[in-house]
């Protein structure tokens, strides 16, 4: 960027900032820190706030300022949403906007948001075409139209020589636009590509609350204030939900105790009033004890269990087998825990219990979320405003939104074609039994390289010379390094996208604050190329982005009145027309078949939520003792992202291995030794920290740090194992089990 000589200082004062963030991605830049970003950018601010759109100077010159508001693309319940000025296609200020719910602040892992990926040095910005070695990440620059015409060629030939199923499309919340993670689905459908079950998160705790209550929606995250006594189970928002954690610390204010239920000592259990300790996976027999002993103390609201739920028999007896002694050989809780958390919980009014995901991933993790689901119609805790279950929040958007807009046409819904889990995708790609085979695996908005559980397995899969794959990336990260053809996809500060939420009620405009850097494009658009050159004329394959985002808000909805493309653009996001006191099931009004909150169901195997643990068999047991639990503790890591950008991986450190003190000297490993953990998947090399944040028999591991940048080529997911759950068919990633040496 070259500056006119006519200019006041304080103008070229500014800009020179500016041109100097824009250009953090550089080498020489690499050392800015964040403080000193925040002052120069005001300076620059400053400055650039003298002008407003485009400014002719006094010799002539045009620039152009813009100022949009856009949305925060991860897969977190939060959905910040910010405003992004420019000028000339550089980002001068990048901040949260003033969204009432998440408070003007962008956490930790966005607030440097441009740097570290829209401009950031490594940054992929052609289309690559390997050369080397599979897994190498040799790769050579060509053309958009070399890469389209290659790709679109191998993938005819594989539909004309196996069929459609002979390719599957790999994505998850790497992006959760809903332009730039639906689209690409309409693509797939109309090639009759194998389907991916996208069940990895959040599935088999849906699957669980539903088969309860029939809808997730519960208590609204604004109306937590209301509560007086909050149960976080299985739940860390002081880290992976930062906007609710001030309205939980105003209900504290306001009286309420704060308990956290969680196998590890997160950060979030830190700072609760009461941490409970239970072993992995036993969250469903917990339940049952703390249902036991509210109905045998006759703490149940048996008005409201008449009026709104059926099989409070069945339950009653069920519960019987849990009680505090047998639950506590289970959980490893004393009994007396067990009954005073069912006490206070029943006899605390407004009681609320926030669930997430943290307890889904085991075999018995739908049983858990549904169990847990029946404690608030049995105590009735729904009548209270600021009572109940707080789950999730998409069916709002769900309910309001246009979804004929983004979702594939009907024409192509009604096609069968064959479902893949992604859980199991190392076994898809190694599998001799599949027919067809995975000829070509189609990877955007997702890096399953790190991700995916059985990691091995996977690596094994990515490694075949056989098979096809492509990649839509920003980055070169472990899953692209497999790659035959990457494509340098867009960040979210260069395409149009409207993203809703699934944790709070905000529907969130992104509009583009820059032209796409480089030749990347959207995924959206890769797809239309795509379809243009294989000679589809369909036009369902042809929307543009923004239509689609104009079109998805063409809805009479109620929660939507007010809302609208251009509201939208002036505010960046809204909060959905919501009643005032939302309280969903006051009065019943259940979504299930009969409208009724189910504890008892005869068309679910089984009919009551049973724990059921994992078996293992004796070898391995003795092999392999030491319980894994690998989980998001990673402050500036959002999964996988941004583990490769250098200031994160200071700040965030390198990865430990949470041992218990027990466990570690009867293995004699001090605080800081070097570790190899292992099982039968894979070993992963890991300094040991020595903490009582883990039980005896349990170690934790965080997720999230990509394999190719740890010493011996492993992470977390080397180790786990692609169970599926009882319900929902999610991954049970927290089942595996290891053994731990010191190296
Ligand atoms: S990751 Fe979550 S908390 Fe952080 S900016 Fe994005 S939406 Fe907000």
């Known amino acids: 960027m070259t500056f006119s000589k006519c200019r006041t200082p304080i103008i070229d004062e500014a800009l020179e900032v500016i041109n100097n ?99 950031h040095s490594d940054r992929i910005l052609t289309p690559l075409k390997r050369t080397g070695e599979k897994g190498k990440g040799e790769f050579a620059k060509i053309s958009w139209k070399q890469a389209i015409n290659e790709v679109a060629t191998k993938l005819k030939s594989i539909i004309n020589e196996k069929g459609g199923e002979a390719i599957l499309p790999y994505s998850f919340g790497g992006n959760q636009g809903k332009v730039q993670s639906k689209v690409p689905n309409r693509f797939f459908a109309h090639i009759g590509a194998s389907q991916l079950e ?51 610390q105003k209900a504290k204010e306001n009286g309420a105790t704060i308990v956290v239920v969680d196998p590890f000592k997160s950060q979030t259990a830190e700072k609760a009033d009461w941490h409970i300790q239970p072993y992995p996976g036993t969250d469903t027999a917990l339940a049952l004890g703390l249902m036991h002993v509210i109905l045998n103390e006759n703490l149940h609201d048996q008005d409201y269990i008449d009026q709104y739920t059926v099989g409070i028999d069945e339950l009653a007896e069920h519960v019987q087998k849990y009680d505090p002694v047998s639950v506590s050989q289970i959980t490893g809780l004393e009994k007396e825990t067990i009954i005073l958390l069912a006490k206070t919980y029943a006899q605390s009014s407004p009681s609320l219990i926030r ?21 608030p119609a049995l105590t009735g805790s729904w009548r209270h405003f600021g009572g109940g279950l707080m789950h999730m929040t998409y069916e709002l958007f769900g309910a309001s939104l246009n979804w004929e807009s983004i979702n594939i046409p009907k024409e192509l819904a009604s096609k069968e074609t064959r479902s893949i889990n992604m859980i199991e995708l190392g076994k898809a790609l190694t599998s001799k039994d599949l027919n067809p085979g995975v000829d070509a695996l189609f990877v955007f908005n997702s890096n399953p390289a790190v991700t995916t559980p ?109 809302i609208t493309f251009e509201s939208l653009r002036k505010t960046g996001g809204q909060r959905l027309n919501l009643p005032d006191k939302w309280m969903p099931h006051a009065q019943g009004n259940f979504k299930t078949k009969t409208g009724k909150c189910h504890f008892y169901d005869e068309d679910i195997e089984p009919s009551l939520p049973t724990y059921i643990p994992r078996e293992y068999n004796k070898t391995d047991r003795e092999k392999y003792p030491l319980h894994l639990l690998t989980i998001k503790t990673p402050k500036y890591l959002l999964n996988s992202s941004h583990a490769n950008i250098d200031h994160i991986q200071k700040k965030e450190g390198k990865p430990y291995l949470e041992v218990n003190p027990n466990d570690a000297s009867t293995r004699n490993i001090a605080d800081g030794d070097e570790l190899k953990v292992y099982n039968q998947r894979g070993r992963v090399f890991i300094t040991a920290r020595i903490s009582n944040k883990v039980q005896r028999g349990i170690v934790c591991m965080p997720q999230g740090f990509w394999p190719s940048l740890l010493k011996g080529g492993s992470s977390a997911n080397a180790l786990t194992d692609h169970l599926l759950t009882d319900l929902g068919r999610g991954g049970a990633i927290q089942e595996a089990k290891v053994e731990i040496i010191k190296v």
């Open 21 to 119: 963030y824009s250009n953090m991605d550089s080498k020489k830049n690499k050392g800015i820190d964040r403080r000193e970003f925040i002052e120069l950018s005001t300076k620059g601010v400053a400055a650039v706030s003298l002008f407003s759109l485009p400014i002719i100077s006094s010799c002539g010159n045009s620039e152009t300022t813009k100022t949009v508001f856009g949305a925060c693309y991860h897969d977190c319940p939060d959905r910040c949403s910010w405003k992004v000025k420019t000028i000339d296609n550089k980002v001068t200020d990048f901040q949260a906007s003033q969204n009432p719910y998440t408070a003007g602040k962008l956490c930790d892992k966005m607030v440097n948001f441009p740097n570290d990926v829209t401009f």
């Open 198 to 248: 996208r069940t990895i998160c959040g599935s088999a705790a849906v699957a669980g609350v539903l088969a309860t209550n029939g809808q997730t929606t519960g208590v609204l995250p604004e109306d937590i204030i209301h509560s007086k006594f909050i149960v976080l189970w299985g739940t860390n928002p002081v880290l992976s939900n930062q906007h609710l954690w001030p309205f939980i």
């Open 355 to 375: 669930v997430l995901i943290g307890m889904e991933h085991q075999v018995n993790g739908s049983s858990a979320f549904r169990a847990v689901a029946m404690l």
């Open 454 to 562: 059985n990691q091995n397995l996977i690596l094994k899969g990515l490694e075949r010379e056989d098979l096809l794959t492509i990649v839509s990336e920003h980055f070169m990260t472990d899953t692209a390094r497999y790659a035959d053809y990457v494509f340098p996809a867009t960040s979210v500060l260069e395409n149009w996208d409207i993203l809703d939420s699934w944790g709070s009620t905000y529907i969130n405009i992104n509009e583009p604050a820059i032209e796409p850097l480089g030749e990347s494009k959207p995924n959206s658009e890769l797809f239309r190329l795509l379809a243009r050159e294989m000679g589809f004329s369909e036009s369902y394959l042809y929307e543009s982005d923004i239509d689609i985002v104009k079109n998805t808000l063409q809805s009479d909805h109620e929660y939507l009145k007010g």
